[in-house]
């Protein structure tokens, strides 16, 4: 989470993140060249946090 989440969507409450602001992430990360299984992964660490 803070290798990743945290650097990209910094100080922002968890209530202002939209599924936008998701999708955008989600996309910036498999640019990066990560892997969807990590994608998914990080999807459902923040659907457990939101």
Same mark, same amino acid.
């Given at each position: 989470? %803070?290798? $990743?989440?945290?650097?990209?969507?910094?100080? !922002?409450?968890?209530?202002?993140?939209?599924?936008?602001?998701? &999708? &955008?992430? /989600?996309? /910036?990360? !498999? @640019?990066? @060249? !990560?892997?969807?299984?990590?994608?998914? %992964?990080? $999807?459902?660490? !923040?659907?457990?946090?939101?």
């Amino acid at each position: 989470m %803070e290798k $990743h989440i945290t650097p990209y969507f910094g100080l !922002l409450p968890l209530q202002a993140i939209t599924t936008k602001k998701l &999708d &955008d992430f /989600y996309n /910036y990360k !498999l @640019g990066m @060249g !990560l892997s969807s299984k990590t994608i998914r %992964e990080f $999807h459902n660490l !923040l659907r457990n946090c939101i």
